[in-house]
């Protein structure tokens, strides 16, 4: 355990003079926490900020593919100055878009970090709590991660949290013996996870200044997939008030839960690749080698585990069993999680369109019409787009539409980022990528200078800037209210609408709504999809 006055003690025994620093000021005095003491820092802005504060045991040894347990107390101080290790996975070249420098990796991961306004809040008027639950294909991610930070909306009056979760083969794999030792399911531990991080914030947020009373739960891509099964799952109720889902929903037969046969199944097939005699003996192997060995078996990784994942989350909505609250939800222009392949020309785009939709295809050809190479190429861009993510969103809009008695409100984000001249990326084409799978992400959040943090890739403009902060504004009211404001209507089924994300701004309809019923049983896609760009 890391002692608060450590750091001051070396301080005043040291001797010479002190190489340059950025000075922070701990931030005093530490908070009290069901598991003890908690010390902070004051950055350089005013926000105060708690880094890798533990919220569960670690998932280690005995624990491993075990639900998250409670943290053992400690005595004195826990210095919480600094982020903890991102959950084992697979690492990150520092020539890909969204590269934030290296960090450690570890089985210890689940710790949460916490950004607060520089000042308590006034007696009786906690400030609303924003929940982040990073996105990553549930393969990757970190809460940590420099466009996830949470000071920018810290100093605006929000109490910002960022939770770790368990991915890849460590925090999503079901397996039969898994099943028994759990008395009848397995798999899902990441979403466990993201629940018990979620507990923590409720029984400890107010001494952050936080109202445990209005906790808003927001993810992209993965992350937006587990709010909404969070959304659908009777575990989560009562541990958040409000939802917003970017770009990622359960819903729909691409991401919809394996069956836990079909789940044991896969679990079967890692031990297989592994070589391992038993789940004991895969609990003796280091992690590392676990991660690279069972890279290659291809799993769902959230399964129907009749605990946290009881049923298909639109069969939850349907029966207006979800947590009935205030739901903003959206996705970007130019995301797919699925490719029609190479489009040069109308008949390239014609016969993709074939061969995807050949029950539907001249409906779809009408509905995404296309004359010119020009057209066709952005007309496959729609489809790729609504077959996934505008189909999982419009889904996610109806679902608590028709049952649910709190209000929906949709965005569809279209800048495109103004990249610096001849800035190249192994993962990512500035030239054609127009607004990615997660390019919303740094103007919700108010870190566009994270994408500039190690090499200059963007030249934002006054305009991203004032984006940025209408975005912000936008989450903030939502977060306090329920209602994003700034004349952003409901979404209703008379006339689905959504607030166009853009330097115009407005509300505009929801793009090509009448068509999306068209896309919804696309033929079987060769061997794995994934987004374009990495969360």
């Given at each position: 355990m890391r002692a608060w006055w450590v750091a001051l003690a070396c301080a005043a025994l040291a001797t010479g003079p002190a190489p340059a620093q950025i000075v922070e000021r701990p931030a005093a005095p530490p908070v009290q926490t069901q598991a003890g003491l908690v010390a902070g820092k004051q950055l350089a802005s005013g926000v105060r900020a708690w880094l890798g504060v533990p919220f569960a045991a670690p998932p280690l040894r005995d624990l491993r593919w075990r639900d998250p347990?409670?943290?053992?107390?400690?005595?004195?101080?826990?210095?919480a100055d600094r982020p903890a290790p991102e959950c084992i996975q697979s690492l990150r070249g520092r020539t890909i878009n969204h590269y934030f420098g290296e960090e450690a990796t570890s089985e210890d991961c689940l710790y949460l970090n916490i950004w607060a306004p520089p000042a308590p809040p006034p007696a009786g008027k906690a400030y609303p709590v924003i929940v982040w639950i990073y996105g990553g294909g549930f393969n990757v991610g970190s809460a940590s991660m420099a466009?996830?930070?949470?000071?920018?909306?810290?100093?605006?009056?929000?109490?910002?949290?960022?939770?770790?979760?368990?991915?890849?083969?460590?925090?999503?794999?079901?397996?039969?013996?898994?099943?028994?030792?759990?008395?009848?399911?397995?798999?899902?531990?990441?979403?466990?996870?993201?629940?018990?991080?979620?507990?923590?914030?409720?029984?400890?947020?107010a001494g952050f200044g936080g109202d445990p009373g209005n906790v808003t739960i927001a993810g992209q891509s993965a992350g937006s997939m587990s709010v909404s099964l969070l959304q659908a799952s009777p575990a989560a109720r009562g541990l958040f008030q409000r939802v917003v889902g970017m770009s990622g929903g359960a819903f729909g037969g691409q991401m919809a839960p394996a069956p836990l046969n079909q789940a044991e199944a896969e679990g079967r097939a890692v031990q297989q690749?592994?070589?391992?005699?038993?789940?004991?003996?895969?609990?003796?192997?280091?992690?590392?080698?676990?991660v690279a060995l069972s890279a290659t078996v291809r799993r769902r990784p959230i399964v129907l585990d009749g605990r946290v994942v009881t049923q298909d989350p639109q069969a939850i909505f349907a029966a207006s069993a979800q947590s009935d609250v205030p739901t903003m939800i959206g996705f970007t222009r130019d995301e797919s999680f699925r490719s029609l392949?190479?489009?040069?020309?109308?008949?390239?785009?014609?016969?993709?369109?074939?061969?995807?939709?050949?029950?539907?295809?001249?409906?779809?050809?009408?509905?995404?019409?296309?004359?010119?190479?020009?057209?066709?190429?952005?007309?496959?861009?729609?489809?790729?787009?609504?077959?996934?993510?505008?189909?999982?969103?419009?889904q996610w809009a109806k679902g608590q539409g028709a049952t649910g008695k709190a209000p929906v409100y949709a965005y569809f984000f279209t800048r495109t980022h103004p990249y610096r001249p001849g800035v190249r990326f192994a993962d990512h084409d500035p030239a054609t990528v127009g607004a990615y799978h997660t390019a919303d992400v740094p103007y919700w959040l108010g870190?566009?200078?994270?994408?500039?943090?190690?090499?200059?890739?963007?030249?934002?403009?006054?305009?991203?800037?004032?984006?940025?902060?209408?975005?912000?504004?936008?989450?903030?009211?939502?977060?306090?209210?329920?209602?994003?404001?700034?004349?952003?209507?409901?979404?209703?089924?008379?006339?689905?609408?959504?607030?166009?994300?853009?330097?115009?701004?407005?509300?505009?309809?929801?793009?090509?709504?009448?068509?999306?019923?068209?896309?919804?049983?696309?033929?079987?896609a060769a061997p794995v999809e994934r987004p374009r760009v990495r969360d």
């Open positions: 347990q409670p943290r053992a107390a400690w005595q004195g101080v826990w210095n466009n996830y930070a949470g000071e920018a909306l810290a100093a605006k009056g929000a109490v910002y949290v960022s939770i770790a979760y368990r991915v890849g083969v460590l925090g999503f794999l079901a397996h039969p013996a898994l099943s028994a030792e759990g008395g009848g399911g397995s798999g899902n531990y990441g979403l466990k996870d993201q629940i018990a991080g979620l507990q923590w914030v409720k029984r400890n947020i690749a592994v070589d391992a005699p038993s789940i004991e003996a895969m609990r003796d192997m280091a992690a590392d080698r676990l392949g190479p489009v040069h020309s109308v008949p390239d785009y014609e016969k993709a369109v074939r061969a995807t939709f050949p029950a539907t295809a001249e409906r779809v050809l009408a509905a995404y019409p296309a004359t010119s190479a020009e057209t066709a190429r952005r007309a496959a861009r729609d489809v790729e787009r609504d077959m996934t993510l505008g189909l999982q969103m419009a870190t566009l200078d994270s994408l500039n943090l190690f090499r200059p890739t963007r030249d934002w403009t006054a305009e991203d800037r004032a984006l940025s902060s209408r975005m912000t504004a936008h989450l903030l009211a939502f977060a306090r209210s329920g209602d994003p404001g700034g004349g952003w209507t409901a979404w209703s089924p008379v006339r689905p609408r959504v607030r166009r994300l853009d330097v115009t701004g407005g509300m505009a309809d929801w793009p090509h709504w009448r068509a999306l019923p068209l896309l919804e049983n696309p033929a079987p």
